[in-house]
């Protein structure tokens, strides 16, 4: 069997006979081939697909004159294989900022343990990524959704988010950012809050909402957030926002008939039961509504 035949069918993976083994072990590439072939299988890249990275490999080789001297076929590998394990490498250097990722689905919560024992829970539909290998010299988080922080004593512990930056030493507080909106409470310690180059500073049981319309700072009388219960609360809340609320909650999409959203509600709804749920912020509305699978369509009597 001819050099490259041979070269191919073991990149292909096929079964070699005794003898095609043999022969194989005995060529100029063949530890080069094999290191290359040991190097990829340690990376786990989500797109990038090894055999067919080394499948290109060869037909390059193959493309070579083939009567050429086997230190010039040596010199064409390694260099192919140097541009492929950098390849590799770069990928994992610019996409490792984050190696952990932990996401919640509609009506599930989770605790995340983090490395320096602090502890985050997270609200449904939420996900948070961070970097667990790093995590004692850079205690970062980003967060797409709501989760409730204990952070430990140590270093600055940053939170992320679209519209804005959390930052303390060793607290507990509250983040949830939902599309344009963010909103951040203190139960513990201190926060810095910055959105927008601009930083607020909350002590225990404040709090800052940021939305369309600005930022705003209130007062809370609540040790830990309401949804750690499993229930939404709502005080003088635009219904749009609650009925958003629910959608995230319970995974589905609500439609509305002839209501107006920016009426005003105050009240709350379980995450437990969706038609309990529903019950809650339309009877008081006296408002009525419909589920048809994933969509719910609320109208007027």
Not at 138 to 160: C, M, P, T, W
Not at 175 to 193: A, D, F, I, P
Request: hydrophobic share 35%; with cysteine; charged share 30%.
């Amino acid at each position: 069997m001819k050099k490259e035949d041979l070269i191919q069918k073991w990149l292909d993976n096929e079964q070699l006979t005794k003898q095609e083994s043999e022969a194989f072990k005995k060529l100029d590439v063949y530890d080069s081939y094999v290191k290359i072939s040991e190097t990829a299988k340690k990376f786990s890249a989500p797109e990038f697909d090894v055999s067919e990275n080394m499948q290109k490999m060869n037909q390059q080789l193959k493309s070579r004159n083939t009567n050429s001297p086997s230190k010039n076929y040596l010199k064409v590998v390694l260099r192919i294989a140097a541009a492929f394990v950098i390849g590799v490498g770069l990928y994992f250097a610019f996409s490792n900022d984050y190696n952990t990722k932990v996401e919640t689905l509609a009506s599930q919560k989770t605790k995340i343990n983090l490395p320096d024992e602090s502890t985050v829970r997270l609200n449904s539909t939420s996900l948070v990524t961070y970097d667990e290998k790093n995590w004692n010299t850079k205690r970062k988080i980003h967060l797409s959704g709501e989760a409730y922080f204990n952070v430990a004593q140590g270093k600055k512990f940053d939170v992320e988010t679209s519209l804005g930056t959390i930052s303390v030493i060793g607290t507990r507080f509250n983040v949830k950012q939902r599309e344009n909106l963010l909103e951040v409470t203190c139960y513990e310690g201190v926060v810095s809050v910055t959105i927008n180059k601009e930083t607020k500073y909350l002590r225990e049981r404040d709090a800052v909402v940021y939305d369309s319309k600005g930022i705003k700072q209130l007062k809370v009388n609540d040790k830990e957030p309401k949804w750690y219960y499993n229930k939404s609360y709502f005080f003088k809340t635009p219904y749009s926002r609650v009925l958003k609320e629910l959608e995230w909650q319970y995974g589905v999409e609500i439609k509305t008939k002839n209501i107006d959203p920016s009426i005003i509600f105050t009240g709350n709804f379980v995450h437990s039961d969706i038609e309990l749920a529903l019950k809650s912020i339309t009877i008081p509305m006296r408002l009525k509504y419909v589920i048809n699978n994933k969509t719910v369509t609320l109208f007027k009597e």
